[in-house]
């Protein structure tokens, strides 16, 4: 019996997807457990496998977004009527007719032009580049506007316009090979003109340059949307401290034999405690409250070649240091390996982004609505301090921090950094 199949739920916070990439046909057989096609949601690409046997009677989303349980197609018999599933789904069943089809085929091409959009065949499309004639000067006569084949041979059949050019540019365009009728210039053509124009055109030869164009991901739209929205909506005030790291240095080296942890795993244990001293920073803001919590789910930033995903440590204030480390190593294979679930990328009330090990010494993190703070880590550099009036070479490192000033103020963002900094240099008060 023929049924739809659905946009599936692909985590609790889901509410639609970017249907892409069907990997059947309509007319083809499907196996139970054969991938269909591709969900795109904010975070995640996840392949949609097939629940049920049966023939790929009709595709109704393609290419486009579906909210969650909307029909995206309909699988059955080879020989079922779909006509009330097809009349449910507001899709027509009618075969395309002949005349349609041979329309879809010399539908005419579209190309940018300063004017609008230009409407061209593609045979009168390769006409003119044979012919050298720009599309955006010709006037069409065709249906619509559209130009046509003609339209182009007239157009490169009419005598252009002579240019006044000098004696001596006329010798030195022979010379050289340039048309002087393509040099942009509406007083007379010198020989200082001619040789400029030639040099452009070597040079762009020499140069070959070229332009791509690509759509943007789903997750490269949503993180440009989600990055707008924040800088609208919070009031950010930047904050940055330096700290000296060689007691959290000599911890990753005490530990080393029984765990490896990185400097970000540190960081989330310390921070995650500092929070609950200055929970204003650990907030978030709805409608007109301010909500605060005696708990820490941490977003540690990791970045992808396209995009960025953010995934949460859960309740990483009451985890020891070994377990957090566990699990951001286990964060980053899932990436690797595109198997985060949208649970492991909701929830977060904080955010740290650690791009020091680029060699970035100091750089302005934008908050990951609905928080209200995110602490960017930096790159650990020697520095000369005056310790006890002696001259020390230390390892440094800035933390930038990104406050909402709706919620927090200087003073209360100063005395954070202040106790975070404590905290890094002297980590054995975690165990306090």
Do not use: C, H, W
């Given at each position: 019996m023929a049924e739809f199949i659905v946009m599936p739920k692909m985590g609790l916070t889901m509410t639609e997807g970017f249907l892409t990439n069907w990997k059947k046909s309509e007319g083809d057989k499907i196996n139970k457990g054969d991938t269909l096609f591709e969900v795109e949601t904010d975070k995640l690409t996840n392949a949609y496998e097939a629940n049920t046997s049966g023939v790929l009677r009709k595709i109704l989303v393609s290419d486009s977004n579906a909210k969650v349980l909307e029909p995206v197609a309909i699988i059955g018999n080879a020989d079922e009527d779909i006509t009330d599933l097809l009349n449910k789904a507001g899709k027509s069943n009618e075969p395309v007719a002949a005349e349609q089809k041979e329309e879809i085929k010399v539908q005419v091409a579209q190309v940018p032009s300063n004017g609008g959009r230009i409407k061209i065949s593609p045979r009168a499309k390769k006409i003119a580049q044979e012919l050298n004639v720009d599309i955006s000067l010709v006037t069409g006569t065709g249906p619509d506007g559209s130009v046509t084949e003609n339209d182009i041979k007239k157009f490169a059949d009419k005598p252009k316009e002579q240019k006044k050019v000098s004696p001596t540019a006329a010798v030195v365009a022979e010379q050289l090979n340039v048309d002087t009728n393509k040099i942009e210039k509406e007083t007379r053509i010198m020989k200082d003109d001619v040789i400029k124009f030639k040099l452009s055109e070597e040079l762009t030869k020499y140069a070959a340059p070229q332009e791509y164009r690509k759509p943007m991901t789903t997750m490269r739209k949503v993180i440009a949307k989600r990055m707008l929205e924040s800088v609208q909506t919070s009031p950010s005030v930047n904050y940055n401290i330096k700290v000296d790291t060689s007691a959290m240095k000599q911890l990753r080296e005490d530990l080393k034999e029984t765990i490896k942890v990185?400097?970000?795993?540190?960081?989330?244990?310390?921070?995650?405690?500092?929070?609950?001293?200055?929970?204003?920073?650990?907030?978030?803001?709805?409608?007109?409250?301010?909500?605060?919590?005696?708990?820490?789910?941490?977003?540690?930033?990791?970045?992808?070649?396209?995009?960025?995903?953010?995934?949460?440590?859960?309740?990483?204030?009451?985890?020891?240091?070994?377990?957090?480390?566990?699990?951001?190593?286990?964060?980053?294979?899932?990436?690797?390996?595109?198997?985060?679930?949208?649970?492991?990328?909701?929830?977060?009330?904080?955010?740290?982004?650690?791009?020091?090990?680029?060699?970035?010494?100091?750089?302005?993190?934008?908050?990951?609505?609905?928080?209200?703070?995110?602490?960017?880590?930096?790159?650990?550099?020697?520095?000369?301090?005056?310790?006890?009036?002696?001259?020390?070479?230390?390892?440094?490192?800035?933390?930038s921090l990104t406050a909402d000033h709706r919620v927090v103020d200087g003073a209360v963002a100063a005395e954070f950094l202040s106790k975070l900094k404590e905290y890094i240099e002297k980590p054995g008060l975690l165990l306090l």
């Open positions: 990185s400097y970000t795993d540190v960081l989330v244990k310390i921070v995650s405690k500092v929070l609950l001293e200055y929970p204003l920073l650990n907030s978030s803001v709805v409608d007109n409250e301010i909500i605060t919590r005696n708990y820490v789910n941490m977003g540690v930033a990791v970045a992808l070649p396209d995009g960025l995903l953010v995934p949460v440590v859960k309740y990483s204030n009451i985890k020891g240091l070994k377990d957090i480390s566990n699990e951001i190593k286990s964060f980053a294979q899932k990436v690797k390996n595109n198997e985060l679930t949208q649970d492991e990328l909701s929830g977060g009330t904080f955010t740290i982004s650690n791009i020091g090990m680029y060699g970035i010494e100091s750089f302005t993190p934008i908050i990951n609505q609905p928080e209200v703070a995110i602490l960017g880590i930096n790159a650990i550099n020697e520095e000369a301090k005056v310790i006890n009036g002696e001259l020390k070479i230390k390892p440094m490192m800035n933390l």
